[in-house]
């Protein structure tokens, strides 16, 4: 498991796994509007440009290529083959496995235990843009190594980058709340979007982001203004915020520290999301249905986020036939 599929692999997948059914309704919807992108030898997307009119032709060119990985972009365009004449854009949250700042796993590349943590971060993110934000227009998507958010609500798809490194930052929790730490009802962010405005506890977001990072730090994890001696105290002392004694957990620290402490979890917030993704209105990302052939498993959309095990059900049937 996770090892490279081999070109026989891949055909194998492609011709007797491989269906129409997979792909979702929100990817067929307009597809002759999206950019296809492919990496044929294993070495980059560099074959785009590509447009399908269907998914009769998708499937005949999957069957025939076989390729090594299969992108689509996330703008619809009048004229995709040129990438000319954009409509607008999904808006994306990319969170992979292997680049999530605090693991407890300490694995070199994806493992159970990561993608798990991969999964509980997507699904409060999704909690948050639902909760907050009032998007409903929302699929996820097992990417192979992580998950794809992908949101299709129309005040996100017109929007520009602008909007979206800005909900990017208040659904990621990337900066430190300005006062009132301890009081989720007090600090209240609002955004206003074009059609909707909700006005919304950013306090709460942080403060759950930041209980969830300390309870999982290992104590070697090398992050700036957190020193080995801060280290040793915040794993000290963090078994108050099992009974979110907040006042206990902070005295223990001392305020200064505990600044420290909150600027350096922003920073982690942040990079837990790939924000290049989040921002770029002209991405490709990896069609749902497709191989991921570096690690030998399926990009799916994900039907039950609070159920779904890729090791049960990404797993493609050639991997199973290795008898690893
Ligand atoms: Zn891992």
Same mark, same amino acid.
């Given at each position: 498991?996770?090892?490279?599929?081999?070109?026989?692999?891949?055909?194998?997948?492609?011709?007797?796994?491989?269906?129409?059914?997979?792909?979702?309704?929100?990817?067929?919807?307009?597809?002759?509007?999206?950019?296809?992108?492919?990496?044929?030898?294993?070495?980059?997307?560099?074959?785009? &440009?590509?447009?399908? /009119?269907? @998914? #009769?032709?998708?499937? *005949?060119?999957?069957?025939?290529?076989?390729?090594? !990985?299969?992108? %689509?972009?996330?703008?619809? &365009?009048?004229?995709? /083959?040129? @990438? #000319?004449?954009?409509? *607008?854009?999904?808006?994306?949250?990319?969170?992979? !496995?292997?680049? %999530?700042?605090?693991?407890?796993?300490?694995?070199?590349?994806?493992? #159970?235990?990561?993608?798990?943590?991969?999964?509980?971060?997507?699904?409060?993110?999704?909690?948050?843009?639902?909760?907050?934000?009032?998007?409903?227009?929302?699929?996820?998507?097992?990417?192979?190594?992580?998950?794809?958010?992908?949101?299709?609500?129309?005040?996100?798809?017109?929007?520009?980058?602008?909007?979206?490194?800005?909900?990017?930052?208040?659904?990621?929790?990337?900066?430190?709340?300005?006062?009132?730490?301890?009081?989720?009802?007090?600090?209240?962010?609002?955004?206003?979007?074009?059609?909707?405005?909700?006005?919304?506890?950013?306090?709460?977001?942080?403060?759950?982001?930041?209980?969830?990072?300390?309870?999982?730090?290992?104590?070697?994890?090398?992050?700036?203004?957190?020193?080995?001696?801060?280290?040793?105290?915040?794993?000290?002392?963090?078994?108050?915020?099992?009974?979110?004694?907040?006042?206990?957990?902070?005295?223990?620290?001392?305020?200064?520290?505990?600044?420290?402490?909150?600027?350096?979890?922003?920073?982690?917030?942040?990079?837990?999301?790939?924000?290049?993704?989040?921002?770029?209105?002209?991405?490709?990302?990896?069609?749902?249905?497709?191989?991921?052939?570096?690690?030998?498993?399926?990009?799916?959309?994900?039907?039950?986020?609070?159920?779904?095990?890729?090791?049960?059900?990404?797993?493609?049937?050639?991997?199973?036939?290795?008898?690893?």
């Amino acid at each position: 498991m996770f090892s490279k599929a081999t070109l026989k692999e891949r055909r194998q997948y492609y011709r007797e796994e491989w269906s129409t059914k997979d792909l979702p309704d929100f990817i067929l919807k307009d597809l002759k509007k999206r950019e296809f992108g492919f990496d044929h030898n294993g070495k980059g997307p560099n074959d785009r &440009y590509k447009v399908f /009119r269907g @998914r #009769e032709s998708l499937k *005949k060119f999957l069957r025939y290529k076989a390729p090594f !990985a299969a992108y %689509i972009s996330v703008a619809f &365009y009048n004229n995709p /083959r040129r @990438r #000319e004449d954009w409509q *607008k854009a999904e808006y994306i949250f990319d969170v992979d !496995a292997k680049d %999530i700042p605090i693991r407890t796993c300490q694995c070199d590349g994806v493992c #159970e235990v990561c993608l798990g943590q991969a999964l509980e971060i997507v699904n409060s993110l999704i909690d948050t843009l639902q909760d907050d934000l009032g998007l409903n227009n929302i699929h996820l998507v097992y990417s192979g190594r992580g998950y794809h958010i992908r949101i299709l609500d129309e005040e996100m798809m017109t929007s520009g980058s602008e909007l979206r490194s800005e909900v990017l930052k208040y659904v990621a929790g990337a900066e430190v709340p300005k006062s009132n730490f301890f009081n989720p009802d007090i600090s209240n962010k609002s955004f206003n979007f074009e059609h909707f405005s909700i006005p919304v506890g950013y306090s709460k977001i942080f403060t759950d982001k930041l209980k969830y990072n300390i309870q999982h730090l290992v104590g070697n994890e090398e992050l700036d203004e957190i020193n080995p001696k801060l280290m040793k105290d915040i794993i000290k002392y963090r078994h108050h915020l099992d009974n979110d004694n907040w006042g206990y957990f902070k005295r223990d620290i001392g305020p200064r520290r505990y600044k420290n402490l909150t600027e350096a979890m922003a920073r982690v917030n942040l990079s837990t999301i790939d924000a290049k993704v989040s921002i770029d209105l002209k991405r490709i990302l990896r069609l749902p249905s497709s191989l991921h052939s570096k690690v030998s498993m399926k990009c799916m959309e994900v039907k039950n986020r609070e159920t779904f095990d890729p090791l049960q059900e990404a797993v493609p049937k050639f991997v199973e036939e290795r008898g690893e």
